[in-house]
């Protein structure tokens, strides 16, 4: 009987030096599969972090045209708050009686066009007198017994307030009716 060589020939059993060189093989694929793993995590990291200083910035930028827009429309708020003691004492002029009529007539036409020009800027008197009292826009420092009036009705006006561009710039100080 004579063995067959040809199928042991076909398959070679394999060296220590192949083993290890396989074992060593499959070591460096799982290291690079490792790596490529926890690159793809920094990445991942990497482009979170990106979008959210993209979307801050998106917000600062959004920030700041806003604010800006506003500093520009509001921008003569604290100058009409200054004014507004200037044009009460006009009012109050205009109240007094004045023997010289050309001395109160210009008391008047000042009074008049220093009106109109902070009207044009966007200033706006809250009418107050006979109106139901609302304190987001009234200041009641004085209250009184009236039977001919509905109660919380403004019966008179010490100071007018004023409205800057549908914000408060100063609230009418009033007289209120109460229940008597």
């Known amino acids: 009987m004579e063995k067959d060589t040809t199928n042991a020939e076909a398959v070679p059993m394999p060296e220590s030096e192949d083993v290890a060189a396989i074992s060593d093989a499959s070591a460096q694929l799982e290291a690079l599969a490792a790596q490529r793993d926890q690159l793809e995590k920094e990445k991942a990291e990497l482009n979170a972090r990106m979008l959210r200083l993209a979307a801050e910035f998106d917000n600062f930028r959004k920030r700041t045209e806003r604010e800006k827009a506003e500093a520009i429309e509001y921008g003569s708020y604290d ?3 200054a004014l507004l003691p200037i044009l009460d004492d006009f009012e109050r002029a205009q109240k007094m009686d004045v023997a010289d009529s050309e001395y109160a007539r210009g008391m008047a036409l000042i009074y008049q066009r220093m009106s109109d020009a902070m009207r044009k800027l966007g200033l706006e008197p809250i009418e107050a007198e006979g109106k139901p009292f609302d304190p987001n826009i009234h200041f009641a420092i ?4 009236s039977p ?12 007018r307030g004023y409205i800057f561009k549908g914000r408060l710039l100063r609230a009418a100080m009033v007289k209120v009716a109460v229940k008597g």
């Open 79 to 81: 100058a009409l708050k």
């Open 148 to 159: 001919d009036v509905d109660v919380d009705t403004i019966v008179a006006e010490y100071q």
């Open 142 to 145: 004085d209250r009184c017994e």
